[in-house]
C-alpha cells in the first residue's frame, strides 16, 4: 500500500481485492473511520495503531489466522473477520465499543474472551467447529449481553436451544439462528 501520506482527510478507504499481502504505509491516514481491505491475501493484522478513529474494519476473506494487534482502536464498532483461518477467539479486550463481530468461516471451536464488548448486539460464528457444549459457556457472557441482539450459530448446536443460555439471550429479545 503506497502514496497515501497526502490524504490525511481521508474518512473512506477501500482497497478490497488488491492482492495486497501485508498492512502498512497507512499512519498518516489519522482521521480514516471506515477501512475495507477484504478479499485480499493478508496473513497478519499489522500496522493499524494510528487509525484511532476507525469505527469500521473489513478484513474478510483474507489468511488471517490471529486476533492480533487490535489495541489502539477503541472506536471500532465493527469487526469484519469472517472467512478468514482464525481458530481462537482473543485479543479484544480493548474494543469495548464493538456492536458488530463477524467471526462466520473460520476454524474456531472454542467461544471465549467475549466478555469485556459489552456493547455486542451482533455475534456471527456460523460456520465454524463449534459444539452445543461451547455455545451453553455463553451463558456468563449472556447475563451481561445487551437487549435485542443477534447470534447465527449454524454449527453442531442442535440442543442448544434447550439451554440456559438460550433462554437468557431470548428473555433478553435476542435473536439466535440455529
Known amino acids: ?8 482527510n481521508l474518512t473512506y ?10 498492512i502498512n504505509n497507512l499512519d498518516s491516514l489519522v482521521n480514516l473511520t471506515e477501512l ?35 489495541d489502539s482502536l477503541v472506536n471500532l ?18 474494543l469495548v465499543n464493538l456492536t458488530d463481530l463477524y467471526l462466520n468461516n473460520n476454524q474456531i471451536t472454542t467461544i471465549e474472551n ?32 445487551l437487549i435485542n441482539g443477534s447470534i447465527n450459530t449454524n454449527n453442531n448446536t442442535d440442543n442448544f436451544n434447550t439451554s440456559t443460555t438460550y433462554t437468557t439471550l431470548l428473555g433478553k429479545g435476542w435473536t439466535i439462528s440455529l
Open 36 to 70: 475495507f481491505l477484504f478479499s485480499n491475501q493478508i496473513t497478519t493484522i499489522e500496522n493499524l495503531d494510528s487509525l484511532v478513529n476507525l469505527t469500521t474494519l473489513d478484513l474478510s476473506y483474507n489468511q488471517i489466522n490471529t486476533i492480533e494487534n487490535l
Open 77 to 94: 464498532t465493527e469487526l469484519h473477520l469472517f472467512d478468514n483461518q482464525i481458530n481462537t477467539i482473543e485479543n479484544l479486550d480493548s
Open 1 to 8: 500500500i503506497n502514496n497515501l501520506d497526502s490524504l490525511v
Open 114 to 145: 467475549l466478555d469485556s464488548l459489552v456493547n455486542l448486539t451482533y455475534l456471527d460464528l456460523s460456520s465454524n467447529q463449534i459444539t452445543t457444549a461451547q455455545f451453553n459457556i455463553l451463558n456468563s457472557w449472556a447475563i451481561l449481553a
Open 13 to 22: 478507504l477501500d482497497l478490497s481485492t488488491n492482492q495486497i499481502t501485508n
